[in-house]
């Protein structure tokens, strides 16, 4: 489903008014039309939400994190599931305002233990600028990564044996335990052996002019 998707089938459901949604979203009623048409009437561009905007409806809709990336991204949930857990809200108090129906998502070793991941946390989160968006996935454990080997001018396969906090330790029997950091993904190592082996093929152009010239790349 598209954000204009969730929001329209929020506002049929619970009898809401498009200027009503607006206003407790803090967005334009002409954006909220928008964003349900799925593009802007005026110019037919597609409306693409960024998540500082996702957010805020999120949170007009009185919606967890949790159901709402179900609902916006499925492909993502699926891949969440096995590494979350939801820990549900304690029973409403009278001394407090705490949003009793939102469940907290604590993710593994991305997130310090005991930070809650809720809409509040990561909308305030991107305004203030703590949000990293990573160039590329960080491997689990069990997965394979490659890693360009010089003195054998090939990749070099290695199972990952730990993984979190943005580093991660892989091993092979060639080349024994290596740590890596995120940032040496698309440098030193690589998601997949393609990658790695486009490493190797410079080094080889380097040694032969030839190949240099005529590179042997099959992309």
Not at 142 to 159: F, S, W
Request: hydrophobic share 40%; glycine share 6%; aromatic share 6%.
């Amino acid at each position: 489903m598209t954000l204009g998707d969730i929001v329209a089938e929020y506002r049929q459901k619970n009898n809401v008014s498009l200027h009503g949604f607006a206003k407790k979203a803090g967005l334009s009623k002409s954006y909220v039309f928008s964003l349900e048409a799925g593009c802007n009437p005026a110019t037919g561009k597609e409306i693409k939400p960024a998540l500082e905007t996702a957010l805020m409806c999120c949170k007009a809709m009185e919606m967890d994190i949790v159901t709402f990336l179900r609902k916006w991204d499925p492909l993502l949930a699926r891949e969440l599931q096995p590494k979350v857990a939801v820990k549900p809200s304690p029973a409403p108090s009278k001394t407090t305002d705490t949003d009793s129906h939102s469940p907290t998502l604590y993710l593994p070793a991305e997130v310090p233990p005991g930070v809650e991941v809720t809409v509040d946390a990561v909308l305030s989160a991107f305004k203030e600028k703590r949000l990293l968006i990573l160039p590329s996935r960080i491997p689990c454990k069990g997965d394979l990564v490659y890693t360009p080997v010089r003195q054998y001018m090939m990749p070099v396969a290695l199972t990952v044996t730990e993984s979190g906090g943005g580093m991660f330790s892989a091993r092979a029997e060639t080349c024994g335990t290596k740590i890596y950091s995120i940032f040496d993904i698309g440098r030193t190592v690589f998601l997949s052996r393609k990658e790695a082996q486009h490493l190797v093929d410079d080094w080889l152009a380097e040694e032969n002019p030839i190949l240099r010239k005529h590179p042997a790349r099959n992309d």
